[in-house]
């Protein structure tokens, strides 16, 4: 994983460890599950940046970051995560169809995950 990207999930969990902290702070509490959806951005506003790894782009990044996080909410809040994609193969999945997903989950939280930069990472 690039360390900045590590250090990233590190402040989102932080983050979503804060957020649900009522949720998970007692027993009775802890038998509800969050419901999270993360939504990794598309490369519709594509980024490129040129790496000591090659040419990188915006979408695996997104679905890198979104996975560590899932995994990351799972060990440490037993949250169930939902994606919105997970293949990076595919550019452009509509807002519409991401929309839908999220709504389906009837989610506590949704988060649209996206490195949109002049910076490189």
Do not use: H
Request: glycine share 4%; proline share 7%.
């Amino acid at each position: 994983m690039l360390p900045k990207l590590g250090r990233l999930v590190s402040i989102i969990t932080t983050v979503s460890l804060v957020f649900f902290g009522s949720v998970f702070s007692s027993p009775a509490a802890a038998a509800t599950r969050a419901v999270i959806v993360l939504d990794p951005d598309d490369d519709v506003a594509r980024v490129d940046w040129p790496t000591t790894y090659g040419l990188i782009t915006e979408l695996p990044l997104n679905i890198r970051l979104a996975n560590a996080v899932k995994t990351r909410l799972w060990d440490n809040c037993r949250a169930e995560v939902i994606l919105t994609r997970d293949d990076p193969g595919q550019a452009i999945v509509p807002v519409t169809a991401r929309r839908q997903a999220a709504e389906a989950a009837s989610p506590d939280l949704m988060v649209t995950l996206a490195f949109v930069t002049a910076q490189r990472v």
